[in-house]
């Protein structure tokens, strides 16, 4: 679920501020007084550039350099005596209110950072009223979410690697792991902070107990102390017991994995 980016907003609004502040000055001071929406128009006008564009710590950034604008109004009006004199002020605030908001855009940036952080699973994860699981593997065993054990983790998340020579033992060198997903649900109907701007596709992980983050920058894979679905650590038991009974997993095996549940 999407979001609007709040500061986003606050540093556009000031932007526009600083223009309409700058054009009442000029406004002012002019003795001729030009009709106020082709103030307007012309503002408007001026901000159509020659750009390019640049991205900036995840951040699209817009650098004008050719006024445009500035060069289409001028072919209107050179031909109408004083017109140009009387508007030119006007297009070029609106060229250079492109760096005006070019401004604004990297100060709202850091600030965006520091209130809404990129690896901070809370920032994801805000509302979960409407989460619920989506299977996307046939080994996948859990009942639904547990709304409140996720909420209650979050601060406890820890950030771990995602790709790690377990994995990789598992996905490409045992024959029974590559038969089961190793993140065979996916969580959705979660909202992210508001105000954020950010989103996620969230992928939790066959014991519950590990959440990936796929934003469209970055991925972020974070692990929990306790499962946050239901009917997972049931299902873990029942399949332990049937190994148990079929002969495929000794006393010896079994004691050991209980005693390190105990202790660690």
């Given at each position: 679920m999407n979001s609007f980016n709040l500061?986003?907003?606050?540093?556009?609004?000031?932007?526009?501020?600083?223009i309409l502040s700058i054009a009442l000055r000029v406004y002012k001071r002019q003795v001729e007084k030009p009709k106020r929406w082709y103030v307007v128009l012309f503002i408007l006008g001026g901000l159509l550039s020659f750009s390019f564009n640049v991205v900036l710590w995840g951040e699209l950034v817009r650098f004008a350099f050719l006024p445009l604008g500035v060069w289409i109004l001028y072919?209107?009006?050179?031909?109408?005596e004083g017109r140009w004199k009387l508007y030119r002020p006007y297009a070029w605030l609106g060229f250079w209110?492109?760096?005006?908001?070019?401004?604004?855009?990297?100060l709202a940036i850091p600030i965006h950072a520091a209130i809404y952080p990129a690896d901070d699973p809370s920032t994801y994860i805000s509302n979960v009223k409407n989460a619920s699981l989506i299977h996307l593997?046939?080994?996948?065993?859990?009942?639904?979410?547990?709304?409140?054990?996720?909420?209650?983790q979050l601060e406890s998340m820890k950030?771990?690697?995602?790709?790690?020579?377990?994995?990789?033992?598992?996905?490409?060198?045992?024959?029974?792991?590559?038969?089961?997903?190793r993140m065979p649900y996916q969580l959705i109907g979660v909202a992210p902070k508001w105000g954020s701007g950010r989103s996620a596709v969230l992928f939790i992980e066959e014991d519950g107990k590990g959440i990936l983050l796929t934003t469209e920058?970055?991925?972020?894979?974070?692990?929990?102390?306790?499962?946050?679905?239901?009917?997972?650590?049931?299902?873990?038991?029942r399949k332990t017991q049937n190994l148990y009974n079929s002969g495929l997993v000794s006393r010896r095996v079994l004691c050991a994995r209980h005693l390190s549940g105990l202790f660690f």
């Amino acid at each position: 679920m999407n979001s609007f980016n709040l500061i986003a907003l606050i540093a556009s609004c000031i932007g526009w501020l600083a223009i309409l502040s700058i054009a009442l000055r000029v406004y002012k001071r002019q003795v001729e007084k030009p009709k106020r929406w082709y103030v307007v128009l012309f503002i408007l006008g001026g901000l159509l550039s020659f750009s390019f564009n640049v991205v900036l710590w995840g951040e699209l950034v817009r650098f004008a350099f050719l006024p445009l604008g500035v060069w289409i109004l001028y072919a209107f009006l050179r031909r109408k005596e004083g017109r140009w004199k009387l508007y030119r002020p006007y297009a070029w605030l609106g060229f250079w209110g492109n760096y005006i908001f070019l401004v604004t855009t990297l100060l709202a940036i850091p600030i965006h950072a520091a209130i809404y952080p990129a690896d901070d699973p809370s920032t994801y994860i805000s509302n979960v009223k409407n989460a619920s699981l989506i299977h996307l593997h046939p080994s996948a065993r859990g009942e639904g979410i547990q709304k409140e054990h996720l909420l209650s983790q979050l601060e406890s998340m820890k950030p771990e690697m995602f790709f790690t020579e377990e994995w990789y033992e598992a996905t490409y060198l045992n024959r029974e792991e590559n038969e089961r997903e190793r993140m065979p649900y996916q969580l959705i109907g979660v909202a992210p902070k508001w105000g954020s701007g950010r989103s996620a596709v969230l992928f939790i992980e066959e014991d519950g107990k590990g959440i990936l983050l796929t934003t469209e920058e970055k991925q972020y894979y974070y692990r929990l102390d306790a499962s946050v679905i239901e009917g997972v650590e049931r299902h873990d038991e029942r399949k332990t017991q049937n190994l148990y009974n079929s002969g495929l997993v000794s006393r010896r095996v079994l004691c050991a994995r209980h005693l390190s549940g105990l202790f660690f």
